[in-house]
């Protein structure tokens, strides 16, 4: 969920809410992931405890490449694993 100043004030943030069909049906799928897969104590891919990021949902198919919010398409990831995953080096 992404958060905005309201009136430039800085310090009250208000959600923004997802806009269109596609988002709409994207909140809902990972919201039923969520639901229906609990979040792990491990990673699904290295098997270790999550750092201080936690565990995240990753598409295994990219939603560019058409990918949906279906329990085969999506996993839950360490940090560090989700990172390797879409190329990001640690600094």
């Known amino acids: 969920m992404v958060l905005a100043s309201e009136g430039g ?4 943030q208000t959600p923004i809410k ?3 069909k596609r988002s709409r049906e994207r909140e809902k ?6 639901r229906e897969h ?3 104590d491990v990673c699904e891919e290295c098997g270790r405890a999550p750092d ?3 565990l995240h949902p ?3 198919k990219k939603r560019s490449q058409l990918g949906d919010e ?3 398409n999506l996993k839950w990831l360490c940090g560090i694993c989700h990172d390797a995953e879409h190329g990001i080096k640690d600094a």
């Open 9 to 12: 004030q800085g310090m009250k």
């Open 70 to 72: 279906s329990e085969d």
């Open 58 to 60: 990753h598409h295994i």
């Open 52 to 54: 201080f990021r936690g």
């Open 38 to 40: 609990p979040r792990p």
């Open 29 to 34: 799928g990972l919201a039923k992931f969520k």
């Open 18 to 20: 997802p806009r269109g």
